[in-house]
């Protein structure tokens, strides 16, 4: 028994050893001037963070807490905590593109930018809701956004319109403009009458239009596509069954598919990857957390996750080229 026991303990710090070197941890403490900020619920152990971006270079972006802030760090190291707003926002809308960090804030919505570097003023970025009305000059309050790479998308559930004195049944209005602010195009995207009332169906298009993402599910693996790395498909997600658990990188290419595992024990899958944020709220029951929350930057993948009973934000770097080579 003793001897049982010696060897299965040596197998897991084996194991454990094998991941140090695959996955590197930073912690911020919870709003503090050097730390994370965000909205933290001690009693349901709720955190919610209203944005998360990370670098090709490295330095991870992370915006929340009221009145909204913008924290960037080099690793362990905070480079600058901002006040952007007075208001937080509830849902995690940001985007680093060029020398540039771009905020959504959906409580008043509003986009404002703030050079990378955290130097300089906080900008508000004009927007038109078309092509002659201003954010300011129309009823058109978007109930949910989208920054890409390349436009940012907004949207506004509505549960009919007319078209040709005909009723077309819940969906939603989508505008696309620039980083600038001016407008690029309009569209509806909704379906027809047998959905009305079927919020979830509804919030499924939402969830689909604003992170289109491939899911990849084979046998006990089940995850979200991540981008492309080195001639490969990169998907995060789990795997598990009666013989194994383990959060899973996927690696598929047209050669066929490999994985890399970081097994946990039985149910404590958030002892090796913190339990992921909560990015969205849309109340204050339906709370919940988008593909957002993990992504592919140059030879790694992010994630952020969070450990409520030490009152830290935890960003974890999961190095894809020595997961691979360990396969």
């Known amino acids: 028994m003793k001897l ?134 129309t009823a058109f309050v978007p109930t949910d956004c989208y920054l890409g790479d390349n436009d940012i998308v907004l949207l506004k559930r509505r549960n009919t319109i007319i078209v040709n004195d005909s009723y077309i049944f819940p969906g939603f209005d989508i505008i696309h403009i620039g980083y600038d602010g001016r407008f690029i195009k309009w569209k509806w995207f909704g379906d027809n009458e047998s959905i009305v009332g079927n919020s979830i169906f509804n919030n499924d298009i939402l969830y689909q239009y604003l992170y289109p993402t491939k899911n990849y599910d084979k046998n006990d693996f089940s995850g979200h596509y991540k981008g492309e790395w080195n001639g490969y498909s990169i998907y995060w997600g789990s795997t598990y069954s009666l013989n194994k658990a383990a959060w899973t990188i996927v690696f598929a290419s047209r050669d066929g598919v490999k994985s890399y595992d970081i097994p946990y024990q039985g149910t404590d899958a958030y002892g090796v990857i913190p339990m992921p944020v909560l990015t969205h709220q849309i109340d204050d029951e339906t709370i919940y957390t988008a593909p957002s929350y993990c992504i592919l930057r140059g030879n790694y993948l992010y994630l952020l996750g969070y450990r409520g009973e030490k009152r830290q934000v935890v960003v974890s770097r999961i190095d894809l080229q020595k997961s691979i080579e360990k396969i």
């Open 4 to 137: 049982l026991l010696g060897i299965l303990l040596f197998q897991c710090s084996l194991s454990v050893s094998a991941q140090n070197d695959v996955i590197r941890q930073w912690s911020y403490d919870i709003n503090t001037e050097e730390g994370a900020p965000c909205s933290y619920d001690a009693s349901s152990n709720r955190l919610l963070l209203s944005g998360f971006d990370v670098t090709d270079d490295g330095f991870i972006y992370l915006a929340g807490g009221t009145p909204l802030r913008l924290a960037c760090f080099d690793g362990p190291k905070v480079v600058f905590n901002k006040k952007i707003d007075e208001i937080n926002s509830s849902s995690v809308f940001l985007k680093v593109r060029g020398d540039s960090v771009y905020l959504w804030n959906n409580e008043h919505a509003s986009l404002v930018r703030v050079h990378k570097s955290g130097e300089g003023p906080v900008d508000r970025v004009p927007l038109l809701m078309s092509e002659n009305q201003s954010a300011t000059r």
